[in-house]
């Protein structure tokens, strides 16, 4: 059963990393991709999100070269 996290970012990407940004976010955290845009044109900021562990796992991952992310168990 997935848990919820709490995912947050302190820094901006670039125009093609928000793009990056928001096609993973919306691939792995299965968030609709508006869900995901908003998240990425309000940063810095935060979004909760419904994950299995392993899917939070991979999101830090695929993520960590473009938009440093943080994300913590709710």
Known sequence: QPR???L???AVP???GAAD???ILSRVASCSDTQAQTFVRQLPGA???ELYDYQAARL???MKERLPITISPI
């Open 8 to 10: 947050s970012a302190d």
């Open 4 to 6: 919820r996290w709490r």
């Open 14 to 16: 670039d125009a093609k």
């Open 60 to 62: 830090v991952q695929m």
């Open 47 to 49: 979004m909760d999100v």
């Open 21 to 23: 940004v928001a096609q």
